[in-house]
């Protein structure tokens, strides 16, 4: 009888084509926003994502999110290493600073300032130059799309020069790094050249990164730091998720974004709920005819059910796929951010089931009442 | 020859509907409108019997009643030994796909399977495997002379050809009660004769009653009995010339 479902389904080509355009859409339509908003928030977090390492980040407890910096005392970073289970310690700066470049011309950069000693939150994806060469002095290692941003269509060059609160630094690398929410240059620099770049202020400490020992939680490490420094101290994931939480709690981005989607599953729900209905209409004779010849109501409901199921499934692999195709697209030609994780499939696909659902649910009503006598009538 | 409704002196074994005081009321309240005043008809087994009256007289009305896609109002209604009346709503379902076939007045084929198909319908209804129901069909649509048409759809079949698709599907699960609705009625004198003749020559079995509602009069040559509806009521039954062919 699923075979007669689907036959009589795609039997009536403009109608199917009706039935899975509507579930298209909106599948689409979600699937697309839903990894734009996905690759903006990835965005948010890409400066913790990019600093390899460390597993605790410790910070002033009012810090809201990663660009949020409220500078802490030089000496916060002893408190840090003292604490039981902390394996090691290391300051790290992030700002932001204002570079003058050679043709007198100002870009707003961020500046991040690495641990002299050891380098920790160095990027990973030096391909031109090297981490060592940030020793020299005045050494910056900057990333291939700010330097693109700077010097547009010139060829890859270190030794270039630019200042920065009025002090001189040269680029000795290049690296790839995850474009950041603000899309600003990145450069990275030694923690005591750092704060030299950086408009003076008397505290300049920006995070402690740290490790707990071998054996010991990092969650378990984060609470005793809590306790002992009274900062914030919290796991690579947790701070993540907190910067997360901040742009979804505090700006209206979840809110534009979830307009948007809802309108795809509204709109999407009525050409589907529609078409499909108008479908069954259409047919309802011929459910009658099926129902008089002694097809039992919970066949009949199977039917209809699996005649939404199809247009689910056909219509959810073309819109997911089409976002799919999208996002590949865009992420060569634009700066248009799209990631689309497991959880965005997931909820475009929860999405479609109700969206058939529903347009099943309006046409199981119209066939499931059907008198089989109506075949009698001329 | 006019004759009686019912046969009450033959055993109940030898007909494959009677039915007995059947009424049915549509609405309710002031707006009640009588579509059978208590009707009384039997049908034997191996007859062909038609019905026949003028539109709103309750044919429609007493062939549901009969198929068990209706109810009655009140009244006995037996269909092949089984008291319908008593039967709950899953019955009827089952009674119908594995006792009843249908010939629709509109064909009531469906438009996106092949006429093959269309005829196996009611088997893959019984849980036949498709592939095993088709070939079924096309055994029966061949012999209804529609073998080189079995992969058309029914918008690339004449009226007639489409008709005797409707009749392969009536018959294909060898059902004991065939039930025609208008057969005929869209179909050009010629077509009609040879439906007409098509069901008289497979579907007219000793072990089989046929039941044709109609309106056509060139086609009542065919009957064992003919049983004409005024308002609601059986007005007379008559004895088809068949029949009277029959008995010599």
């Known amino acids: 009888m699923l075979w007669i479902a689907w036959k009589m389904l795609v039997g009536n080509r403009v109608k199917y084509l009706g039935i899975v355009f509507g579930v298209v859409f909106a599948a689409l339509l979600i699937a697309q926003q839903a990894s734009i908003f996905c690759g903006l928030m990835s965005l948010t977090v890409s400066q913790i994502r990019d600093v390899q390492g460390p597993g605790i980040w410790v910070m002033d407890k009012n810090v809201q999110f990663v660009d949020d910096v409220k500078p802490l005392a030089d000496t916060e970073l002893f408190r840090v290493k003292s604490v039981p289970g902390v394996e090691w310690a290391v300051r790290f700066y992030k700002g932001m600073a204002r570079a003058r470049l050679p043709e007198g011309s100002y870009e707003q950069m961020i500046l991040l300032g690495l641990d002299d000693a050891t380098f920790v939150g160095a990027p990973a994806g030096v391909f031109l130059g090297s981490i060592a060469d940030l020793r020299k002095p005045d050494a910056v290692i900057m990333d291939d799309a700010g330097y693109r941003r700077i010097w547009p269509g010139e060829a890859y060059r270190l030794g270039r020069s630019f200042e920065m609160n009025d002090r001189r630094a040269v680029v000795v690398g290049i690296t790839k790094a995850s474009r950041t929410f603000q899309s600003f240059p990145i ?164 999405a479609v089931f109700v969206i058939v659902l529903v347009a099943s649910l309006l046409s199981i009503r119209k066939v499931l009442v059907v008198d089989p006598a109506i075949v009698f009538r001329g | ?138 055994n029966i649509l061949a012999e209804l002379g529609m073998g080189d048409r079995l992969a058309n759809l029914p918008s690339e079949l004449s009226g007639g050809q489409q008709q005797r698709v409707a009749i392969a599907r009536a018959l294909v699960h060898d059902p004991r009660l065939l039930i025609c609705d208008e057969p005929t009625s869209a179909l050009d004198a010629e077509n009609g004769r040879i439906t007409m003749e098509l069901i008289q020559k497979i579907a007219v079995q000793p072990d089989r009653a046929v039941i044709v509602v109609t309106h056509d009069a060139r086609v009542y040559t065919f009957a064992d009995r003919i049983a004409a509806m005024e308002d609601g009521r059986i007005d007379a039954v008559t004895t088809g010339p068949r029949q009277e062919v029959k008995n010599g």
């Open chain 1, 187 to 350: 450069v990275y620099t030694r923690y005591s050249q750092a704060v030299l770049f950086a408009p003076p202020e008397r505290k300049v400490l920006s995070f402690v990164l740290a490790d707990a020992k071998p054996g010991v939680a990092a969650t378990e490490v984060c609470r005793r730091i809590k306790e002992r420094t009274g900062l914030q101290a919290l796991t690579r994931t947790q701070f993540i998720w907190k910067t997360i939480d901040y742009y979804l709690q505090k700006t209206g981005i979840p809110v534009n974004f979830g307009i948007t989607v809802l309108l795809g599953f509204l709109v999407g729900t009525a050409i589907a709920g529609q078409t499909f209905y108008l479908f069954t209409v259409e047919n309802i004779r011929q459910f009658g005819a099926l129902k008089a010849m002694g097809t039992s109501n919970w066949t009949i409901l199977l039917m209809v059910l699996a005649q939404g199921l199809q247009v689910g499934i056909v219509g959810y692999g073309l819109g997911v796929g089409l976002a799919a195709i999208f996002g590949w697209v865009v992420k060569g030609a634009s700066r248009l951010s799209f990631f689309m994780p497991w959880q965005v499939l997931a909820i475009t696909a929860a």
């Open chain 2, 1 to 138: 020859m006019t004759g009686l409704h019912t046969l009450d002196d033959q055993p109940l074994s030898d007909f494959a509907v009677r039915i007995r005081g059947v009424t049915k009321e549509f609405g309710a309240g002031g707006a009640v409108m009588k579509a059978l005043r208590g009707v009384d008809l039997d049908v034997p087994y191996g007859d062909l019997l038609m019905l026949i009256g003028p539109s709103g007289c309750g044919k429609t009305t007493l062939v549901s009643i009969v198929a068990g896609t209706l109810e009655p109002s009140a009244g006995e209604v037996l269909v092949l030994g089984k008291d319908l009346v008593a039967m709950r709503p899953g019955g009827k379902v089952a009674f119908r796909r594995d006792n009843v076939g249908f010939v629709f007045q509109s064909y009531n084929l469906l438009p996106a399977l092949t006429a093959a198909e269309n005829a196996a319908v009611p088997l893959i209804i019984a849980g036949w495997q498709r592939r095993r129901a088709v070939e079924k069909a096309a």
